[in-house]
């Protein structure tokens, strides 16, 4: 099983430039989410999409913005980089945004210079 | 949505020996995840305990809730160098997104 599968899992950016960062589950979950990790530090909830459809803000949405293309993909895109976005990107899913556990994929690394 | 805190922030242990990290929180809540993650790895879900459980136990890991302090500890038994990661609680309140602390950073020394 694949799992949460995310693509690239290495990029550099200018800044200034714009990026989509995609993710797929293939677990039918109904709820998907982006976070970003930056070092020593744990994971904060950019978006998430609690259903097909819906999309609802994190604790850090400033400068990104998402799509939930269908009920596989939720893509993560980025308009005009910024080096303060540069970080690891993790996409997650579950069956539902309470008493589920998240399924994570193994992040994007994302310079931004 | 609230965030777990998790204590201590590193911990250095030997093989064999347990490994204990605790976690608080402010408010009530519906259930409490840990998760771990290797390095340069995503998050792996281990164990999901509800408001109304005090104990859980999966295999070496054994998860302990305490509403009434707001606190919840994992104990990993019999540690292994394969255990080394960092370790995440996640306090989930009502239909909200998970939020994460910055971890336990767990090192077994073999």
């Known amino acids: 099983n694949a799992g949460v599968t995310q693509t690239p899992k290495f990029q550099v950016l200018k800044t200034g430039q714009s990026m989509t960062l995609q993710c797929a589950q293939d677990m039918n979950h109904n709820s998907m989410y982006w976070y970003r990790q930056d070092p020593g530090m744990g994971l904060r909830l950019i978006y998430y999409s609690a259903s097909e459809g819906t999309t609802d803000k994190g604790e850090v949405p400033n400068g990104y913005n998402v799509s939930r293309l269908n009920k596989r993909e939720f893509s993560l895109r980025l308009e005009s980089a910024a080096p303060s976005q540069t970080s690891v990107y993790f996409c997650a899913s579950s069956a539902g945004t309470n008493n589920q556990p998240q399924h994570f994929g193994d992040g994007t690394r994302l310079s931004i210079l | 949505s609230q965030q777990g805190e998790e204590d201590p922030q590193a911990l250095s242990i030997q093989e064999g020996e347990n490994a204990t990290m605790n976690c608080s929180y402010k408010t009530s809540i519906n259930n409490l995840q840990w998760y771990r993650q290797n390095s340069g790895r995503g998050l792996v879900h281990l164990i999901l305990?509800?408001?109304?459980?005090r104990e859980k136990h999966s295999g070496r890991l054994r998860v302990t809730l305490d509403t009434s302090k707001k606190s919840s500890s994992l104990l990993i038994t019999a540690s292994r160098a394969a255990d080394t990661a960092s370790y995440f609680c996640a306090p989930l309140s009502g239909r909200r997104a998970l939020t994460f602390g910055s971890g336990t950073r767990l090192q077994v020394q073999p």
């Open positions: 305990i509800r408001s109304n459980e």
